[in-house]
C-alpha cells in the first residue's frame, strides 16, 4: 500500500530544503523568495527500512488575489485530502504568523495525522522560543534545522511510527497493469476499448489499499489485473487543482501495479509532467510501455513515428530500453499489440539468470573492460550474483566498491542489457564488498 507524507505551510519556512532533506536528493528548487514552490515535488524516503512518499507543496496564502498563490492554495486543501500523514512546517524566527493559524484551524478540522514541525531551530535561544507554538492547539511539535539536518532523525522515527499498517493484498497474484498519464490523454479510452462491451470478461475485485480497485482482464490468452483509479472521486471534488490531482493518484497507482503503461498525448508531444511520472515508475523499480495515444491525429511523413521516438528517448537517458507503442485508443489502432508488450515486459520483469551463465557473460565483460584506477586503487570485481528481491537486482563483489563510479554502473548496466532480455524493466546495480 502507498503511504504519503505531505509537507504544508506558509511560503518560504524551509518546505522544500526539508524535502529534500527527507528525499535526500536536491529536486525541490530552495530559494529565499517566497513562492517559489509553485509545482508539486515528490520523492522516496526511506527510514530504518520502511519506505513512503513525500510531497513537498507550494506555500498555503489565504484570500490572495495571486494566481500562483491561489493554486497553491488548492493544492495544500488536496494534499490534506490525500496524505496519511501531514508535516505542518513553521518557522520559529518568524514566530506565528496569522497564515499559521489559518492553516492550523483547517488541519484541526482534516481528521488526518497532523505532525507540527517547528523549523530554524538551530540553538539553544530558539527552542525556546519554539514554544509559543503550543497555542496552534496541534499538541507536541518537533523542533529541527532542515538546513542542517538537526532533530530530523526524532521526526522521521515519529512518521514511521504513525504510517498505516501495511494491510495483507487480498487480491489475485495477476501482474497488475496501471494506465497513467496527465490528465485528458484517453486513459479512460484505452480502459474502455480494452475491455470491450463483453463485461463478463471483467470481474472488479475490491483492494485492500484506501483507493485501488483491481480489475480482471482474461481475454485472448491473457490473464493480468488492471489498475484502475478512476470514479472514485465525486466530479464535484475533481473541480480543484485536476493536474495536482493526477499526480497524487499517480503515486498511488504506481506503487500498487507491477508494470505502468504511461499514455502520451501524440498531438503534445512529452511534457514535463510526463518526465515526472517516467521517473516515478523507474524510482519506483516498475515496468514501463510508453503508449503515444491519437495517433491518428498527426499528419505524418515517412520517418514521423522515429522522429517522435527518438525525441523520447532522448529526454529519458539513459534510461532508454522500453517499448514504444503508437496507438489510437479510440479507434483500437494497435491497442492489442498492447497485450503482447505486457507479456514480454512481465517475463522480463521477473527473468532470474542463472548464477553460472552470469558470471560467465559479465566477469568476461569486466575483465576486458575493468573500473578505472582512482587514486592509484584498482577495483577488482571476482563475482555478480541475482538478488533474490522483486525486481532485477544484481550484487557485484569487488575490493573497493567504493571507487565504483555512476558511469561504470551504466556501462555494466547497458552491457548487461545487450546480453539479457530486459526491456522495460529498471534494474539495479549494487557493487558490495567481497
Not at 514541525?117 to 534545522?145: C, M, P, Q, T, W
Not at 497513467?180 to 472488479?204: C, D, H, M, W, Y
Not at 548487461?416 to 546495480?429: C, L
Request: aromatic share 8%.
Amino acid at each position: 500500500m502507498s503511504r504519503i507524507v505531505a509537507i504544508v505551510g506558509r511560503p518560504n519556512v524551509g518546505k522544500s530544503t526539508l524535502f529534500n532533506r527527507l528525499t535526500d536528493s536536491r529536486d525541490a528548487i530552495v530559494d529565499e523568495v517566497s513562492g517559489v514552490t509553485r509545482d508539486r515535488n515528490y520523492g522516496k524516503c526511506n527510514w530504518n527500512g520502511i519506505d513512503f512518499s513525500v510531497i513537498d507543496t507550494g506555500g498555503y496564502v489565504e484570500n490572495s488575489d495571486d494566481i500562483f498563490e491561489e493554486e497553491i492554495n488548492k493544492q495544500v486543501l488536496l494534499a490534506i485530502e490525500e496524505a496519511d500523514i501531514i508535516l505542518f512546517m513553521v518557522d520559529v524566527m518568524v514566530g506565528i504568523h496569522e497564515l499559521d493559524k489559518s492553516v492550523a484551524g483547517m488541519l484541526r478540522k482534516s481528521n488526518r495525522k497532523v505532525i507540527l514541525v517547528v523549523n530554524k531551530v538551530d540553538n539553544n535561544a530558539r527552542h525556546i522560543d519554539a514554544n509559543e507554538f503550543y497555542s496552534l492547539g496541534l499538541g507536541n511539535y518537533f523542533a529541527l534545522s532542515s538546513m542542517n539536518g538537526s532533530g530530523t532523525g526524532d521526526l522521521l522515527d515519529n512518521i514511521v511510527e504513525n504510517l498505516p499498517a501495511q494491510d495483507p493484498e487480498e487480491v489475485p497474484d495477476l501482474p497488475r497493469i496501471a494506465i497513467v498519464g496527465r490528465p485528458n490523454v484517453g486513459k479512460s479510452s484505452l480502459v474502455n476499448s480494452l475491455l470491450g462491451e463483453e463485461r463478463n470478461i471483467v470481474t472488479p475485485l475490491a483492494g485492500t489499499t484506501r483507493d485501488s480497485i483491481f480489475t480482471r482482464y482474461n481475454k485472448f490468452q491473457h490473464d493480468f489485473l488492471l489498475v484502475d483509479t478512476a470514479g472514485l472521486r465525486k466530479k464535484g471534488k475533481v473541480s480543484e487543482d485536476i493536474e495536482f490531482y493526477s499526480v497524487m493518484r499517480a503515486i498511488r497507482t504506481i506503487e500498487n501495479s507491477d508494470i505502468c503503461l504511461l499514455l502520451i498525448d501524440g498531438t503534445r508531444g512529452i511534457e514535463a509532467q510526463d518526465m515526472n511520472i517516467i521517473s516515478l515508475i523507474q524510482k519506483n523499480s516498475k515496468g514501463l510501455i510508453i503508449l503515444v495515444n491519437k495517433w491518428d491525429l498527426i499528419e505524418k511523413e515517412n520517418n514521423t513515428s522515429k522522429i517522435f521516438e527518438k525525441e523520447i528517448r532522448d529526454k529519458t537517458a539513459p534510461f532508454t530500453d522500453y517499448h514504444i507503442l503508437f496507438i489510437s485508443a479510440i479507434n483500437k489502432q494497435r491497442i492489442f499489440n498492447i497485450l503482447e508488450l505486457i507479456e514480454t515486459v512481465n517475463k522480463n520483469r521477473t527473468r532470474k539468470i542463472p548464477t553460472s551463465e552470469l558470471n560467465e557473460v559479465m566477469l568476461d565483460i569486466v575483465k576486458r573492460t575493468p573500473p578505472p584506477a582512482i587514486k592509484g586503487k584498482y577495483v577488482k570485481i571476482k563475482y555478480v550474483t541475482q538478488l533474490p528481491i522483486y525486481t532485477p537486482a544484481f550484487a557485484f563483489f569487488c575490493n573497493l566498491p567504493q571507487y565504483v563510479r555512476e558511469p561504470y554502473r551504466r556501462y555494466i548496466e547497458n552491457r548487461m542489457r545487450e546480453r539479457f532480455e530486459f526491456t522495460g524493466v529498471p534494474i539495479k546495480i549494487f557493487f558490495r564488498k567481497k
